[in-house]
């Protein structure tokens, strides 16, 4: 099982949708957590940290249930712009050695 | 704040020369910078982790005497691919994180290299 997994998408939806990417990790003693975004042939960008309490970023909601060691991404009236990978991005020690899920594709359609 | 920059951007070269790619935090300290690895339609693949003044530490698979690592100052690390494969072509990224503050907590992604092995 690989220690960082999300839904394998892609996922093409209609602008002004709502989508919800989910990303399950394996190591318990997991204790940062981030999404990422990656345009193509371009380098990861940090979208936003993920906080026990859940966080939201205009858009932008993430959440995290360390119980069942689940990340959640909420992306609410979906812009064309927001076409892109969405890496779940786990961080095994404060600092070091982050992990990448395999990223999830989002295309948003006119 | 919190920019990482990469040279060459891209390169091309000829089977069994050595490549050499450069990492730079700009604007912040990294006592610690990481050398990743993704081919196409694929994640990011951590190929080793540096920490200044120190020697690097590779993950499983990852050949020590073929990516040799510098990490020489608190801004600069540097990666040289020996003796490149076709196999070797891929996108290659570094990441820094900082010293204090807002660059701690995470890290900060360079553009990334594209290396093709003719």
């Known amino acids: 099982r690989k220690e960082v997994e999300q839904d394998p998408g892609p996922f093409n939806v209609p602008e002004g949708a709502t989508v919800a990417f989910n990303c399950t990790y394996s190591n318990s003693a997991s204790q940062s957590f981030f999404w990422y975004r990656q345009d193509c042939r371009k380098e990861p960008k940090l979208l936003m940290s993920v906080y026990s309490s859940g966080n939201e970023d205009g858009r932008f909601t993430a959440q995290l249930n360390r119980a069942s060691q689940y990340i959640s991404l909420l992306i609410r009236d979906s812009k064309l712009s927001d076409s892109a990978t969405y890496l779940c991005?786990?961080?095994?020690?404060?600092?070091?050695?982050?992990?990448f899920g395999p990223g999830t594709r989002l295309s948003v359609l006119p | 704040g919190a920019v990482v920059s990469q040279h060459p951007s891209w390169v091309i070269c000829k089977s069994g020369t050595s490549v050499k790619i450069e990492c730079r935090s700009l604007d912040f300290q990294a006592t610690t910078m990481f050398w990743y690895r993704q081919f196409p339609k694929q994640s990011l693949m951590l190929m080793a982790t540096s920490n200044e003044g120190s020697k690097a530490t590779y993950e499983q698979g990852v050949e020590k005497d073929k990516f040799l690592i510098n990490h020489a100052s608190l801004t600069l690390s540097t990666l040289t691919v020996t003796s490149a494969h076709p196999e070797d072509s891929s996108f290659y990224i570094c990441?820094?994180?900082?010293?204090?503050?807002?660059?701690?907590?995470?890290?900060?992604f360079g553009p990334g290299t594209r290396l093709l092995v003719l």
């Open positions: 990441s820094a994180r900082g010293v204090r503050g807002r660059t701690q907590e995470t890290q900060y």
């Open positions: 991005v786990v961080n095994r020690d404060y600092g070091q050695n982050f992990v």
